[in-house]
């Protein structure tokens, strides 16, 4: 077992061209210019004591414990605040220097509890400092002025401040903190939330968060940044605390969001101890949020499902039997519907929470094992748009950059993504660089949190109406080609005049003026200007969007949009610029590659190319069906229709996510095989026959691709609570089908994706040990990966203009349905919260709430916390209400982490023209004062508690 | 559950999917246009899905936009087996 630590070089790298060359302690180093002393001496493999500095946030200079002397200069500096010059002759270990040290040293222990349970653990630099610069005893004492003890002979000590334990995941323990400031500036500059202060000066300073609040209740967001930083025990996980040190580690990828950040999951024995975000991920640099830092509790949560069950009708209690009995069950039931309703009357749905190796396996088991093209995924529902879009228009269905791109942007354009909330890193990585001085546009109705926050503010918000994303980007494009602003030698260069002139006259034509526009979208046409104005211009611009543009009717439209206005300006193709899509879940991109779509296979090559089948059917030894198969609402139009009857779901809960709840739940009731392979009792498995019990990403080894393309590794750390990764469970249940697969490890399917799929001919899993991750296309062109694509020209060519014409949403407001419904999500919850829920994250977000403005609040009588009934054509939820400015009058906005809320009911099955992604984005909908849940929240509350019995069955395996 | 279904069901969604299409393409030029909406088509919908968009246009086409009507003349039939 071996324990991963990473080096800590004191200060962070330093970007320059030009290098210095200085001598320490003998030894000779080179580095870049602008690198401090101190990380020069760790690169030259010499540890300076510390305990104010660390490598992720910049130097402070403040506990004097860094000193070293330097030849030819007088006096002790701080090493972490002295940059290395050419010719320095350094010293970091003389008698003078440790003397300093020493006395330093004696006056913090004076002030350090004896006792304390972090120095004893080893989980507190304070005592290894000491030892360091061999600090034998505290001639001070503990008796004067301090801060430990809470009371004396009787008498209240002043300074003394009580643990603050409010935040469910960390402890703040005043009396242990040296206010070295470490905390502060990491929220600062790593997480870009400016919670915490240092309050009063000298002996009286403190940090305190907020308005001198407990944790919980000032802004911090719980990334947990600071207590990575913090060198002693003031800040530390109560995971740590309760368990103890961690005693072995191994690297793996969180499994919430698509950013997919790298982690350092610190175990002892089987147990997680805590999760330390790995400096090295090259998405995360070492920083990462709440939900993967903290909210892994769900792996080991009560209500997760270990054994296998089976029922004939979705009204009987469940009945648990052995894995064997389960996969007999369902391949005779699959058999059996295949032979009574025909060839295509099965189908299979992989998940975006699973690894790119179940993934393949599913679609596999699809297309070789069901023979048809019955497959398809989630992402259906979140950013299939964006597979159509940037496929046409550039060649390849992904984003075009990596994340390390932002930092050289000049120009950021947020579109319908609400990065703080939704891929908070990413945020936290992006406020930085607007700090710096990079300007921000927001397309998006409500006023998310980026539009003002501590040191950010948008030079342009435009807070369009919903459902009009395609009208406002045409008329951006309108103002850049009016004026002149377009890129005419990138656009000579890399894409087609002919087709160019074509989609400029397209957005030229008077109804895409800004003046036309403002009336249908309500964004004031100088503010449309302005925004176009310094997009074109500014710089390097990049896009980032988010669901906020897919999940839409015209969803592929608007990306495709989206790409028009980056190619017009020449904004792709180089760090900095781009077109981004914010993935929602941790491997949305990574099943889509793996061909989880109907008319696809693996690399997006369409089911009808002779050549892609043949080289499957080669290595399956089966005939491949060359006609697309269903997406998810078609497969459920088919089951009412009664030609569809079986469906495997891979972690993935349809009835909570897709669209129009009903009529998900009347295609699920109209089957009669529903496997539903997951963690928990979701919702969908109300109308499952059987469940198959799934494993987390802590149980199994694979790989997630996040959203920049990254293949990162998932590495197991404990063996599967219900027995089997979910890759087993697929593959045992194809060799109940009778097929012929024996993979020992994923590494093995990993080889067949490489073997069949050019854009990841070079991927395995020894170069991802090596490498760390790789970004595809990787190949025999790109031996280690592409962080940055379309450099030098498009994949497919010459990039493609199209004429994006709006089509107003067929989802109408009207005076039964005055306001338009809008849905998003929170930092603290992850899509329909089956794992979020179950941990100590409820804190921040125990239910959905509807925002609405005061004004349409008022009009009917709706005060703030009050229950209101939220209706649409598709149907009526209950819920409470929020007021708030953040949303226009006429809009209102609700998550939806909860399945008592069902907001799902509420939405339509109105969808996006090209690939039928939900338009969850906008319901017309009125809301009204009411006092309790509706009829169909009730009858579907008794239906899970029916649908949730379980006969437990003694000894069933 | 006796709930009324919020929902359009079969040929009548298959009509409005076809007719969306139709209205992207619609600003394209005349040929282009005919033949994004058969190529979209034929690209994404599964035989089912084509037959039943045959079976609407060979009763009349009711509600399918003009541009739909004329590019199912280039939607592949979908093989007996398969439909
Ligand atoms: S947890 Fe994060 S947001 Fe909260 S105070 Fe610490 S660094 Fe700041
Ligand atoms: S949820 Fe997203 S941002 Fe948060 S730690 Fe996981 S991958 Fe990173
Ligand atoms: S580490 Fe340099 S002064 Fe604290």
């Known amino acids: 077992m071996s324990f991963v630590k990473e080096i ?32 020069a001496a760790r690169e030259a493999g010499i540890e300076v004591p510390k305990l104010c500095a660390n490598d992720m946030v910049k130097a402070f200079g403040s506990c004097r414990l860094c000193l070293v002397e330097i030849e030819g200069r007088g006096g002790t500096p701080a090493s972490c605040t002295t940059p290395a010059a050419d010719g320095m002759k350094v010293s970091t270990g003389t008698e003078r220097l440790q003397t300093i040290r020493r006395g330093v040293m004696e006056l913090y222990m004076s002030d350090h509890p004896e006792d304390c349970p972090a120095c004893a653990a080893g989980d507190c630099e304070m005592a290894r400092m000491a030892r360091t610069v061999g600090l034998k005893e505290v001639r001070y004492g503990r008796e004067g002025e301090n801060h430990i003890w809470p009371a004396r002979e009787g008498k209240a000590n002043p300074h003394f401040v009580e643990m603050d334990l409010s935040n469910p995941y960390f402890a703040y323990d005043p009396s242990q903190c040296i206010v070295c400031s470490l905390c502060v500036r990491a929220c600062e500059e790593s997480q870009g939330t400016f919670a915490l202060t240092v309050e009063g000066r000298g002996f009286e300073s403190r940090i305190a968060a907020g308005m001198h609040e407990p944790f919980l209740e000032s802004e911090c967001v719980s990334c947990g940044a600071c207590v990575q930083a913090c060198p002693t025990g003031a800040l530390r996980e109560k995971s740590v605390i309760e368990k103890g040190m961690p005693e072995w580690s191994a690297v793996t990828t969180c499994a919430y969001c698509g950013v997919g950040c790298s982690f350092i999951a610190e175990m002892k024995g089987e147990d997680v101890v805590r999760m330390v975000p790995y400096k090295a991920g090259k998405a995360n640099r070492g920083h990462s949020c709440v939900k993967g830092r903290f909210a892994y509790g769900y792996a080991i949560h009560k209500d997760r499902i270990l054994r296998p069950m089976v029922r004939e009708k979705i009204t009987d209690p469940w009945r648990e039997v052995t894995w064997e009995e389960a996969f007999r ?14 060839r295509s009357a099965v189908g299979g749905i992989t998940s975006s929470r699973c690894t790119n190796e179940e993934t393949y396996l599913v679609q596999k088991l699809v297309r070789q094992g069901f023979r048809n093209n019955n497959v398809d995924t989630c992402a259906r529902v979140c950013h299939s748009p964006t597979g159509y879009g940037l496929k ?10 990596d994340f390390d791109s932002v930092e050289q942007a000049d120009v950021v354009m947020v579109i319908g993504a609400n990065p703080t909330d939704g891929h908070p890193v990413f945020a936290s990585r992006l406020k930085k660089r607007l ?179 043949a080289i499957y059917e080669a290595l ?46 009347d295609g699920l009731a109209a089957m009669e095989c529903v496997v539903v392979h997951d963690l928990f009792l979701n919702e969908t498995a109300n109308y499952a026959h059987v469940f198959l019990p799934g494993s987390t990403f802590l149980e199994k080894d694979g790989t997630f691709t996040n959203a920049e393309r990254r293949i990162n590794r998932v590495r197991k750390v404990m063996e599967p609570k219900n027995g089997y990764a979910d890759w087993e469970v697929t593959q045992k249940l194809a060799q109940s089908l009778g097929l012929d697969w024996n993979y020992a490890h994923p590494s093995e399917i990993m080889a067949e994706i490489a073997a069949t799929t050019p854009s990841f001919a070079g991927v395995s899993y020894e170069l ?41 949403t067929d989802e109408k407001t009207g005076p039964r349905f005055p306001l338009l419904l809008t849905t998003g999500r929170v930092l603290s919850q992850y899509n ?50 929020k007021i708030t400015e953040r949303v226009a009058p006429g809009v209102v906005y609700t998550t939806f982490h909860h399945p008592a809320t069902q907001a799902n009911v509420v939405t339509t099955e109105y969808s996006d023209w090209a690939t039928n992604c939900p338009e969850y984005k906008v319901t017309a909908v009125q809301v009204t004062p009411s006092n309790g849940p509706t009829e169909w929240q009730e009858d579907y509350e008794a239906l899970s508690r029916r649908s949730r019995r379980i006969v437990h069955v003694e000894a069933a395996e | 559950m006796s709930h009324e279904a919020g929902y359009k069901t079969g040929e009548e969604k298959l009509v409005y999917m076809a007719n969306q299409i139709a209205r992207f393409f619609e600003a394209m030029p005349h040929e282009e246009a005919v033949s994004g909406v058969a190529d979209h088509i034929n690209k994404f919908w599964e035989p089912r899905m084509r037959r039943h968009l045959f079976e609407i246009v060979a009763r009349g086409g009711e509600g399918l936009r003009p541009l739909v009507l004329e590019a199912a003349q280039r939607v592949k039939r979908p093989r007996e087996a398969d439909a």
């Open chain 1, 8 to 39: 800590d070089y004191g200060t962070p790298a330093a970007r320059s061209d030009k290098t210095v060359t200085l001598t320490i302690d003998g030894r000779e180093i080179t580095v870049p210019e602008g690198t401090s002393v101190m990380r």
């Open chain 1, 329 to 342: 069950h369902v391949a005779n039931e699959f058999r059996r519907i295949q032979y009574q309703y025909g």
């Open chain 1, 392 to 401: 046409t228009t550039f060649g390849t269905s992904a984003g075009t950059q």
């Open chain 1, 435 to 613: 700090r710096q001085g990079a300007k921000l546009i927001v397309l998006d109705p409500r006023r998310i949190d980026l539009v003002r926050s501590p040191h950010v503010e948008a030079a342009f918000h435009l807070p369009l109406k919903p459902g009009t994303n395609a009208a406002v980007l045409n008329a951006l494009a309108h103002v850049i080609v009016s004026e002149g602003l377009f890129d005419e030698a990138f656009i000579r260069e890399r894409c087609d005049w002919d087709e160019f002139q074509d989609w400029a006259q397209f957005v030229l034509e008077p109804e895409n003026s800004p003046e036309a526009v403002e009336q249908v979208s309500g964004v004031p046409a100088e503010t449309i200007r302005g925004a176009a104005r310094l997009y074109a211009t500014g710089g390097n611009a990049a896009i980032y969007y988010g669901l906020g543009v897919t999940e839409h009717s015209q969803g592929s439209t608007t990306v495709m949009a989206i790409a028009n206005l980056a190619m017009a300006t020449g904004n792709i193709g180089r760090p900095g610029v781009g077109v981004n899509p914010l993935r929602g879940q941790n491997n949305v991109q990574g099943s889509c590659d793996m061909g989880s779509f109907p008319h696809e296979l693996p690399g997006y090559r369409h089911i009808s190319e002779d050549a892609t089948r």
């Open chain 1, 620 to 665: 399956w030894g089966v005939k491949l069906d060359d006609e697309p198969g269903l997406r998810i609402p078609n497969m459920l139009d088919a089951a009412l229709e009664g030609s569809f009857k079986g469906l495997y779901i891979q972690g993935e809960d349809i009835l909570q996510s897709d669209p129009n709840t009903r009529h998900v739940a």
């Open chain 1, 768 to 808: 991802l040990d090596r490498e760390g991750s790789v970004q595809w296309p990787c190949n025999e062109k790109a031996p280690t990966g592409t962080p940055v694509m379309h450099v030098g020209g498009f994949v497919r060519g010459k990039g493609k203009f199209i004429r994006t014409a709006y089509v107003a």
């Open chain 1, 832 to 881: 329909v919260g089956a794992q979020t829920r179950r941990t100590a994250n409820v804190v921040w977000h125990e239910e959905d709430r509807l925002e609405i403005h005061p004004f349409d609040a008022e009009n009917r009588g709706i005060r703030d916390g009050d229950w209101v009934k939220l209706a649409s054509r598709a149907g009526e939820t209950t819920l409470r209400a």
